[in-house]
Nanobody, 120 residues
Framework: QVQLVESGGGLVQPGGSLRLSCAASGSIFSINAMGWYRQAPGKQRELVARITSSGSTNYADSVKGRFTISRDDAKNTVYLQMNSLKPEDTAVYYC??????????????WGQGTRVFVSS
């Protein structure tokens, strides 16, 4: 019914930047909160950043001041601008969205993940 497709991951040197995108498609009426999570090898998935439908944001302490989450509701897309990347930011990044379907049912949807590798 709804798909989230992430893009923008890749290999970057420490101190570099990447911009992740996540586009939602399908039987969407509206989207509530959207967020980015990440999972490093051997670790649990953790919240990186989240943005509500009204634009309120919250970030993990480890990324505050370096990462910025934003959304374009006209495109059903959420972005994560990542600056000053560190090796410890290496992980698979997953997009998450709370979607209201055209049937008015609600659904939590996850993307397939995009890999970010920070290394010199």
């Amino acid at each position: 019914q709804v798909q989230l497709v992430e893009s923008g991951g890749g290999l970057v040197q420490p101190g570099g930047s990447l911009r992740l995108s996540c586009a939602a498609s399908g039987s969407i009426f509206s989207i509530n909160a959207m967020g980015w999570y990440r999972q490093a090898p051997g670790k649990q998935r953790e919240l990186v950043a989240r943005i509500t439908s009204s634009g309120s944001t919250n970030y993990a302490d480890s990324v505050k001041g370096r990462f910025t989450i934003s959304r374009d509701d006209a495109k059903n897309t959420v972005y994560l601008q990542m600056n000053s990347l560190k090796p410890e930011d290496t992980a698979v990044y997953y997009c998450n969205a709370g979607v209201v379907l055209t049937t008015r049912a609600t659904l939590e949807v996850w993307g397939q993940g995009t890999r970010v590798f920070v290394s010199s």
